[in-house]
């Protein structure tokens, strides 16, 4: 048998289910940016990468509020959310030139909600072969970008900076 090491999923497998604070409005509250990996801040959401991702480039977008169904969100929240998901997009097609993007919401546990309590948007860049049989039999990831630099990227984008 092969082993695939990847210590820095450690951390996530160790706590699943034993989170006291909601990561989001923790990452929300954070005063460096850096740290829970927000690339973008706006009125009523931010945007933040996976720290766990399925891809490089993986973001989500994340109101403020803390909701766990979409009709407890206002109307602003969310059409900033949706222009939130179309400017990921815009800069993760210019940084990363993906084939495909996957936008979506898994609302509640039981579809696959990892982050139940607190609605936020994915935004995936993907590739063909990137659900090859390490991902869909192995059910492992390969993301060949560190996150540190993935976070540096996307922040110039949306700052408007070169990257």
């Given at each position: 048998m092969d082993y695939l090491w990847t210590p820095w999923r450690y951390q996530y497998v160790t706590t699943a289910g034993e989170r006291g604070e909601c990561?989001?409005?923790a990452a929300a509250q954070a005063s460096d940016d850096r740290e829970?990996?927000?690339v973008h801040r706006a009125a009523r959401s931010f945007v933040i990468l996976n720290r766990f991702p399925y891809t490089s480039g993986h973001?989500?977008?994340v109101p403020y509020e803390h909701a766990r169904a979409l009709e407890e969100l206002a109307d602003e929240t969310l059409v900033e959310l949706i222009r939130l998901g179309r400017d990921s997009v815009k800069h993760l097609r210019a940084i990363y030139r993906p084939e495909g993007l996957n936008l979506g919401m898994n609302l509640g546990r039981?579809?696959?909600?990892?982050i139940a309590e607190h609605v936020h948007?994915?935004?995936l860049p993907?590739?063909?072969?990137d659900t090859?049989?390490?991902t869909t039999v192995g059910e492992t990831r390969v993301v060949p970008e560190e996150?540190?630099?993935?976070?540096?990227?996307?922040r110039r984008a949306f700052r408007g900076e070169p990257v």
């Open positions: 990561i989001f409005c829970p990996l927000v973001l989500m977008v039981s579809a696959g909600a990892g948007l994915h935004v993907r590739w063909a072969g090859s049989f390490i996150l540190e630099v993935t976070w540096e990227k996307l």
